[in-house]
């Protein structure tokens, strides 16, 4: 069974002079505050997807974009490990979202579980 990650903030609301990535958030139905930018992974071949994530957290980027679909969550888990055994960020740090493919809506459960194995992680944020 799926499990809910715990609700928390990251960010906070813009104000008129504050635009910077890592500050700017949305407040959703729940309370739980989502950076406004993401980065998305659509695209990147496999083998580039550990410096393309280690750039965009480099870069301030703290909302991550996936999904099973881009062929690639295997290579993004590999390159989030690294991340966080570098101490760069704490999975807290990020929030991350993947998403169910059209052709995969009768089996949410084993396809949002193959997510989260492939990108080694316990929960996601938004699914």
Known sequence: ??????RRSIGRSVGPCDRSMAAAAVALND?????????GFWQIPGEQC???????IDAGYRCLDFAAVYGNEAEC??????VFAS????????YIITKLWATD?????????LSLRNLQLDYVDLY
């Open 1 to 6: 069974p799926l499990s809910l990650p715990p």
């Open 31 to 39: 309370g739980t505050r989502m950076p406004a930018l993401a980065f």
């Open 50 to 56: 550990g410096a393309a994530l280690e750039g965009a």
């Open 77 to 82: 888990g590999e390159a989030l490990k690294k």
């Open 87 to 94: 101490g760069k960020v704490k999975r807290d740090d990020l």
């Open 105 to 113: 809506w009768h089996q949410v459960d084993a396809a949002c579980s």
